[in-house]
T-cell receptor, first 112, second 114 residues
């Protein structure tokens, strides 16, 4: 049973480009969460999705950030027009119902 | 607003010691509490999950307790080993609504010296 998969593991973007981060949840899990870990800071919740629905996006910046979890395929976190302040580790987690969350290895985004 | 605090921020112990990591939260209306381990540059590994109705959970050398009324949890590590060196994170989920989002503490960075 494969764990949560994220790709790419490392992503380098120039300022103004778009970043697309992908997350495949554990088999059978229909709940996906995205968290961000800024340098020297703790993990912060961004968004919670179920298949084709955004349930809670209270932690997502209002501009440039969007997330989706389509019926088929991975969940995508999209950051448009990246800025240096977006450099961080982005983690995806999945769960069965609202129980224990299992985390992926993260995508480390560097904006140059 | 829920806030999670972990004390100490860093801890260094010799191999073989038993140790306790502390976690406190301001809002006792939690759904569950989860302890994680994070190695440098890596993802999070779930160690223990305690439901709000439970008092403790055990896995191997790890024991986590929960006192919801006082807003506290402890992670006890018995007979520490150098391989236990990592950052330990505590996180809580809220009890209302249908969101399972986790609120994290800043973590305790543990170093176990051989």
């Amino acid at each position: 049973n494969a764990g949560v998969m994220q790709n790419p593991r490392h992503l380098v973007r120039r300022r103004g480009q778009e970043a697309r981060l992908r997350c495949s949840p554990m088999k059978g899990h229909s709940h996906v969460y995205w968290y961000r870990q800024l340098p020297e800071e703790g993990l912060k919740f961004m968004v919670y999705l179920q298949k084709e629905n955004i349930i809670d996006e209270s932690g997502m910046p209002k501009e440039r950030f969007s997330a989706e979890f389509p019926k088929e395929g991975p969940s995508i976190l999209r950051i448009q027009q990246v800025v240096r302040g977006d450099s961080a580790a982005y983690f995806c987690a999945s769960s069965l119902l609202s129980y224990e969350q299992y985390f992926g290895p993260g995508t480390r985004l560097t904006v140059t | 607003k829920q806030e999670v605090t972990q004390i100490p921020a860093a801890l260094s112990v010799p191999e073989g010691e038993n140790l306790v990591l502390n976690c406190s939260f301001t809002d006792s209306a939690i759904y569950n509490l989860q302890w994680f381990r994070q190695d440098p540059g890596k993802g999070l590994t779930s160690l223990l999950l305690i439901q709000s109705s439970q008092r403790e959970q055990t896995s191997g050398r790890l024991n986590a307790s929960l006192d919801k009324s006082s807003g506290r949890s402890t992670l006890y590590i018995a007979a520490s080993q150098p391989g236990d060196s990592a950052t330990y994170l505590c996180a809580v989920s809220k009890n209302s609504g249908n969101t399972g989002k986790l609120i994290f503490g800043q973590g305790t960075t543990l170093q176990v010296k051989p």
